[in-house]
């Protein structure tokens, strides 16, 4: 018997220095070796936001710190290292995300079934 297995990537967020939480599309570290001598050459630390409508790649700085938070299954990218206090405020941000979202699709699915009876009544 076949089983499929669904894992759920971890949602990512960058806080910025006002404590602000913005969604990350996409988190890139990738480190560059030269062939011999196997010694790390340099690491490139990017990140795309997810509210930014250009999907710009943005650079990290070496000061920003990648944490990552198993129980809530997000990683935060952070000028400083997240306290309980800042998990906590992740929290709350993810809540209320996704409650936008669950509207969102309760409004968009009321919309679909107006448009379906005024087509029927059309007809």
């Not at 997810?50 to 990683?75: F, G, I, K, Q």
Request: overall charge positive.
């Amino acid at each position: 018997m076949a089983v499929k297995v669904f894992i759920k990537p971890d949602r990512r967020y960058y806080q910025d220095r006002e404590g602000v939480f913005r969604p990350i599309e996409n988190l890139s570290i990738t480190a560059s070796t030269p062939t011999y001598p196997a010694v790390l050459h340099k690491t490139r630390r990017t990140m795309i936001l997810a509210d930014d409508r250009s999907h710009a790649v943005v650079a990290l700085d070496r000061e920003l710190v990648v944490s990552r938070n198993a129980e809530l299954s997000a990683v935060l990218i952070a000028y400083q290292e997240p306290t309980a206090a800042t998990w906590e405020a992740l929290t709350r941000h993810m809540e209320a995300e996704d409650s936008t979202a669950e509207l969102a699709r309760e409004v968009k699915s009321k919309a679909s079934i107006e448009r379906k009876k005024k087509a029927a009544e059309a007809r």
